[in-house]
């Protein structure tokens, strides 16, 4: 059993820059790929960015490219979602994931809580 707890998310205005984190425990961290999901209010969740188990790859949803990126520590068992250029459009709960290397959330069998983030205009 993996436990995941996000940390990070806030209050930025458009333009600004965020880094989440994301703390494992409770189980073999190496073993999963790591995902960020993000949900707004009323959406299904959707994909953000994954890193394989590894760190050697990395996928990112298209508008995402450039502007976010995704990172994990291995001696830290933690995995870093870095993001640059915020727009309004990025507003939505963010969540940790671990799970087999993939877009779907299905792949995904632990979940965190989920973090706020707020990107005012």
């Known amino acids: 059993q993996v436990q995941l707890v996000e940390s990070g998310g806030g209050l930025v205005q458009a333009g600004g820059s965020l880094r989440l984190s994301c703390a494992a425990s409770?189980?073999?961290?190496?073993?999963?790929?790591m995902g960020w999901f993000l949900q707004a209010p009323g959406k299904e969740r959707e994909f953000v960015a994954a890193?394989?188990?590894?760190?050697?790859?990395?996928l990112y949803v298209d508008s995402v490219k450039g502007r976010f990126t995704i990172s994990r520590d291995s001696a830290e068992n933690t995995v870093d979602l870095q993001m640059n250029t915020l727009k309004p459009e990025d507003t939505a709960v963010y969540y940790c994931?671990?799970?087999?290397?993939?877009?779907?959330?299905?792949?995904?069998?632990?979940w965190g809580q989920g973090t706020q983030v707020t990107v005012s205009s």
């Open positions: 994931a671990a799970g087999t290397y993939s877009y779907s959330t299905r792949q995904y069998r632990y």
């Open positions: 409770g189980g073999t961290y190496n073993r999963y790929a």
């Open positions: 890193i394989s188990g590894s760190g050697a790859n990395t």
